[in-house]
């Protein structure tokens, strides 16, 4: 991925929050049975870490007043 479609997800994602914020919604995230490839370089053909999570991971958060 490429610094300049890394940083348009960076603000496609704070833009969303910062959205959602001033709405006062609560976000969550549920992830069950995750795979995660974790690279440990940078570029296209750097190795990666394969790292299984088994179970559920809950996140939730909301802004208070």
Excluded: C, H
């Excluded at 006062?24 to 053909?45: E, H, L």
């Amino acid at each position: 991925m490429s610094s300049n479609n890394l940083s348009a997800w960076i603000e496609m994602a704070e833009g969303l929050y910062e959205f959602l914020n001033r709405r006062k919604t609560t976000i969550n995230y549920k992830f069950t049975d995750m795979n995660i490839s974790v690279p440990q370089a940078t570029g296209p053909d750097s190795a990666k870490a394969e790292w299984i999570v088994s179970g559920t991971i809950s996140i939730s958060t909301s802004e208070q007043e």
